[in-house]
């Protein structure tokens, strides 16, 4: 039974994914327009809500091309690992406490790992993978360059990241994800306890999920399209969903690990009959991480692009000693408070 | 069998096959790639035994840290990947001797430690991230810290030898 439960969770949490992902393209386009001053994909369906499933349906149909000099079981490869990579992560991630549902008490997590930030962390570091062997593998200098600066951009702000990490586990002394979202009950987020961590973990985010202003792997006015330069059709359309898949995670951890995750301040002394405590916290959930995406498509349209030395300054020589700062004072005030 | 001996079994098969893939391709960034799933393989070997700390380790370090910079180096040198690597049979007595030493002295410490084998775990695994945090600070403090600062004398002369090179330019 345990086992069909877990499938289930796995089948739910993966559709949902799926579908916020197509929908999470189409707000892009939606905002993007806005902010430009354009209109935007209104046509396909009310208001262009169907414009996801001709997107998909494009990719599907569009032709299959193969460089002849790619390595081909590499460019084949490839997008698998990003899409693997990019879909695991979720696995790990809180979205609500538990639901009693048909008389089974169901925790509404894939998996509650002991360690699941660690996991996290080292599911990001495999996210190179599957960028830099696509770079490679395609045998065109600009994929090869967009994969090599992915690597490195993706290895420079790792650090930042696992090192605000620390200051969360510091904080909350635990390394399992649905440990820390019930250390942050009512208003103890650690947004508010560690708001200087906050800010090195989001702009690592930025750069880990490769969005703008860090999007140098395939920046296109330089690069033509980066890494999936030499990708087409159901092949380009798995990194693309790799990406977004990458985006809606991120936001997900950073939800869990400084906004809260799925509390909502007094829910739990209101009296609400346990089902509904338990919907509301999911929409709560559901709620925040709609609102750090939001906040990643408007930066994206708003903010220019690094340069590449600027890229690197900024991980190396503002954000990795501000962590690290950050990690020191941190373990001061727990050691003078204890 | 259980399904933790077919488990075993997978993993174990993986390592073999992908370890022996490393050493015999003669294109280098085969080798590399067939190295991460080496890599992969042990980390699931690791879960299998409730090592869970030790696994995530062995990816976070081996296959986020190490096998990037190694992939970062081949991919960098472009002259690297188009050369065919020897792997024929040059000189083959020095060869078997030094490594049947190797091998008599990895079966001979095989043999010969006393290994700590912990009784039998049944139910849920026990988180291992503490205990092993509590060990690196107390009994083990020395050899951690003696660790770290030989791999900070490794970065700063990872450093120096890389701007030597731009300020001869």
Redesign the interface.
């Known amino acids: 039974m345990e086992i069909l439960i877990s499938l289930i969770k796995i089948l739910v949490v993966m559709l949902v994914l799926l579908t916020c992902v197509a929908y999470l393209v189409l707000v892009e386009r939606r905002v993007s327009a806005f902010i430009q001053n354009r209109i935007g994909p209104n046509r396909v369906g009310y208001k262009g809500l169907l414009q996801p499933v001709a997107d998909v349906l494009k990719l599907f149909i569009k032709e299959d091309i193969v460089p002849k000099l790619a ?1 081909k079981p ?1 460019h084949r490869l490839a997008p698998i690992i990003a899409i693997v990579v990019s879909l695991s992560t979720i696995a790990v991630v809180p979205f609500g406490d538990k639901i009693n549902l048909f008389g089974y008490e169901i925790k509404l997590q894939i998996a509650s ?3 699941g930030i ?2 996290v ?2 599911l ?3 996210g ?2 599957g960028i ?2 696509a ?2 593998a395609s045998n065109n200098k600009y994929s ?1 360059l967009g ?2 600066r992915s ?2 951009q993706i ?1 420079s702000y ?1 650090l930042s990241m696992g090192i605000s990490i620390i200051g969360v586990i510091l904080v909350t002394s635990t ?1 399992q994800l649905d440990k820390i979202v019930e250390f942050q009950h009512g208003w103890r987020w650690l947004i508010l306890l560690q708001p200087i961590g906050f800010i090195t973990f989001f702009v690592a985010i930025f750069a880990e999920t490769n969005r703008l202003p860090f999007d140098l792997p395939e920046a296109e006015p330089e690069l033509v399209g980066g890494y999936h330069t030499e990708y087409t059709g159901l092949k380009f359309g798995l990194f693309f969903l790799a990406e977004y898949a990458n985006m809606i995670t991120g936001s997900a951890i950073v939800v869990t690990l400084y906004l809260g995750g799925w509390q909502f301040p007094y829910l739990q002394s209101s009296g609400l009959p346990e089902f509904w405590t338990s919907i509301i916290q999911v929409g709560t959930f559901a709620a925040k991480v709609g609102a750090v995406l939001l906040f990643m498509v408007i930066i994206r349209w708003t903010v220019p692009r690094f340069r590449y030395d600027q890229l690197m300054d900024l991980g190396w020589k503002f954000m990795l000693p501000l962590s690290i700062a950050n990690v020191i004072v941190t373990a001061f005030i727990i050691y003078l408070f204890e | 069998m259980s399904l933790i001996d077919i488990l075993f079994y997978f993993f174990a098969t993986i390592a073999v096959v992908s370890a022996s893939i490393v050493v015999f391709s003669r294109n280098i960034i085969y080798s590399a790639f067939s190295l991460l799933f080496t890599f992969f393989a042990v980390a699931g070997l690791y879960v299998l035994l409730n090592a869970d700390f030790l696994a995530i380790t062995q990816l976070l370090i081996y296959v986020g840290g190490i096998l990037v910079l190694m992939l970062f180096g081949v991919m960098l040198t472009h002259k690297v990947v188009s050369v065919d690597m020897k792997t024929g049979t040059l000189k083959i007595l020095p060869a078997a001797l030094i490594t049947s030493m190797i091998a008599g002295t990895l079966i001979g410490i095989f043999t010969v430690t006393d290994w700590r084998v912990a009784p039998l775990q049944t139910g849920d695994p026990i988180p291992t991230a503490k205990g092993i945090g509590e060990m690196f600070m107390t009994t083990w403090l020395l050899p951690f810290e003696v660790a770290s600062v030989i791999l900070l004398i490794a970065l700063i002369g990872a450093a120096i030898i890389a701007r030597r090179e731009k300020e001869a330019k």
């Open positions: 390595n590499l790992v002991n360690i660690l996991y962390l080292a990001t570091g495999l190179v993978y830099a062997i770079g490679w090869l994969g090599l690597c490195a290895i790792e390394l």
